[in-house]
């Protein structure tokens, strides 16, 4: 029983660092996403700039008489960044609402996993709530992406209510023993 545990906890700690990088990567996503969405919502004004020996354009977030502050914007190479050119990094609410989703399940996940990590038995009351929570978020999420949301939402709440079957079962043997 302890190497099943010992294993348990290993591979947790595995997929919980991968998680992590996930999330992270997800809200450097997310935060482009938003970055981007607000840039061409708003249709920002925007003013001239010179960097590089090269005038562009960049939005200006605020300005108050002559005092600008301007959208950071991300230099590549010498010559630039025309933001005219960047149609690509245009993103709907929904991609951002997906985005936003997507980071929830993922925390919710690595809550899972950390849990695991820690404790090493799946069978616990924590475990199977931090489940049903997860089937929540993946059920919000399938409103947002339709179908495939729904049936992981349904999947983790069949998981859900198995680890809650284990869970029942493990306390039945804690106490006959």
Known sequence: METHTERIRRF????????????????VVGAVEVVSWFMTTLALHTGTVILGGKSIEVPILFKLGEFKIYMPIFIMGESGVDLSGFDFLTFSFGDVLRTAFTIVVLAHAKSIFLALRDNG????????????????????????????????????????????????????????L
């Open 12 to 27: 947790s700690k595995v997929i919980y660092i991968l998680l992590k990088i996930a999330f992270i990567a997800f809200i």
């Open 121 to 176: 038995s799946p069978f616990r009351e924590d475990v199977v709530k931090k489940f049903k929570r997860l089937a929540i978020a993946l059920l919000c999420v399938g409103v947002v992406t339709g179908i495939v949301g729904f049936l992981a939402a349904g999947i983790v709440w069949v998981l859900c209510l198995i680890f809650d079957y284990g869970c029942a079962l493990q306390n039945e043997s804690d106490t006959t």
